[in-house]
């Protein structure tokens, strides 16, 4: 197992003791799977353990069937995409992969490019498309070229489910989101099987269901540095919590750390922002959000965070701040306390 599957595993058992020294009662079935590189952690309430093994064997196969078609740099159908668009040529990619590039550019346009899937080449340029980042940052004159290129994903044309660009330079990346699309998918999945109290914990980032027994369900969001747990919430009916960190996937490079997260309008990581958690009910959304919110940083995220329409937000500043919207701040219970908390109200209408 390398460094990051076992910080990976380190990570999502922080987040499953939290979980179990609350819990772990009767009632809950649970289960752990290995998918998209990191530990998925599915609970189901109220359910005979034999149709809940049968249920997550069902996600399980589409979670490895998902990996396989949207990975950004091992063989399927989205780098068989990448390879057309490189080529100038067209593809006709599985259906999932057009709905991902679909919603990709809604994000795209909602964050005003902060979100992008299409900087797939810069991301290999500073090493994040690899088990192991790094080791060093790009050539600065690879980054001006990459930036003076500009690829978006509004380059791309749909035409009956067949794609090309205008633009050779896009190479897609759906790292920012497809966890989030996922795991949205693997919840329809439950619910069809009439499961309908649930969680679907992809390594700190989950969807639930309904509610544990008669109670809420307790999770953790975790800490910036990625120990522990920074707050918990208290939360049932339809909700999904998605947080980006600085400490994800990083190098240090002459002690300097670079983390996963990409500018587009610098090409160079972002910078500012510990962790950003986005609360909302739809799953790729609040995936795509938390990464945008993560890029805008403590000047620009509330005017994202309106144009994405999203409304729970709390997000960890470089100096240990925690900035929580008004309508969040109540369901939150800080483990530890933050050096400030910064309520913030989000009543403005999102910008045309
Ligand atoms: P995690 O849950 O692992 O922290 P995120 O949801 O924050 O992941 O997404 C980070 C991933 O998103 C990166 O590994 C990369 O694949 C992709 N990415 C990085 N920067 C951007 C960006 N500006 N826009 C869209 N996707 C990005
Ligand atoms: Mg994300």
Redesign the pocket.
Known sequence: MSRRHLRLVAVALATLLFAACDSAPPGVYREQLFAFG?LVDISLYGVEPQAARQAVAAVDALFQQQNRDWH?WQRGELDSLNQAIAAGKSFRPDASVVQLVRL?QR??RL?HG???????H??KLWG??KDEPGPEPPDPAAVKHWLRAAPSTLQLQIDEGRISSSNPAVKL?????A??YSVASAVELLSRRGIHNLIVNA???LCLRGRHGDRPWRIGIRAPDGNGVLASLDLEGAACV????DY??YFVYQGKRYA?????RTGEP?RGVHS?TVVADDAALA??A???L??AGVPDWRQIARDMSVREVLLMDAAGVAHVTATLKPLVHFQHPPAAIETVQLDNPPRP
């Open positions: 990191t950004a990709g994000f795209e964050s902060l979100f992008n899937p299409a900087i797939g810069l991301l994040f498309q990346d759906f790292g920012g989101f966890k989030g390594g700190g980032d998605f947080t980006s960190g994800e996937r996963h997260i990409l500018d587009p972002a950003v995936d795509a938390a990464t945008a993560f890029v």
